[in-house]
């Protein structure tokens, strides 16, 4: 039995998108119905998640800035009805106090499929679906945290995260792919933020994609940290337990 796990927040957007508002909603929501259906049979899966994005984001408690750039952006014209036609009719799952994305990571077992155009995923261990390459394959967990170190260096500029300056793909991959440790990976980008504890941490726990409910990168990283970038691991472990004091 293997589950296809469908990042909603594209399916809806994406389909909502190609609807004007001098067209019927209708026409995006057959649209998403049809897109998951070609998910289910490309993948060969006998049963579907989807997960959409909610509210209390904990990335914004810890960096402000966290996609502020997007505030301007207007959305497709339908794309509530879409989302809401999605937990109607899907039973999609939305997401409190995280993404979309990390119930996605969360999720990911043996038995499942993430399925999804973000390339932020590709940190996430495990089988993979591009439904716009029609692409299955499988993340292992070395190139999980090669993709995660070399987001560290490029930024995420979609999300307002900045990395390092003059540090694009061609240069990250130059620096991080021939490495299998993570001990190495760790130090090839901490040297390049100048020791600046602060803002490494803040990405980091920005980028990583939960693996377990509430985690951040400080929680799971088993690494011999300076001390000044351990203080900021502290720091940012109370932060969030500040955020949820019952934990």
Known sequence: MTIALIDSDLVAYRCAATVTEDMEQDIAFYRMDVLVQQIIEATDVTGTILYLTGKNNFRKKINPEYKANRKDTVPPVYLQECRQYLVDNHNAIISDGCEADDLLGINQKDDTIICSLDKDLRMIPGNHYNWTKVELDRVT???????????????????????????????????????????????????????????????????????????????????????????????????????????
């Open 141 to 247: 967990k070395q190139d999980g945290l090669r993709h995660f170190y070399k987001q560290m260096l490029i930024g995420d500029k979609s999300d307002n995260i900045f990395g390092v300056d003059k540090i694009g793909p061609v240069k990250a991959a130059k620096l991080i792919d021939h490495l299998d440790d993570e001990q190495d990976m760790f130090e090839a980008v901490w040297a390049k933020y100048n020791e600046d504890a602060a803002r490494f941490v803040m990405n980091a726990n920005c980028l990583w994609i939960q693996r377990n409910p509430g985690e951040i990168w400080a929680n799971q990283q088993a690494l011999t940290l300076p001390k000044e970038c351990q203080q900021e691991v502290e720091a940012s472990l109370e932060f969030m337990k500040s955020l949820n004091p019952t934990t």
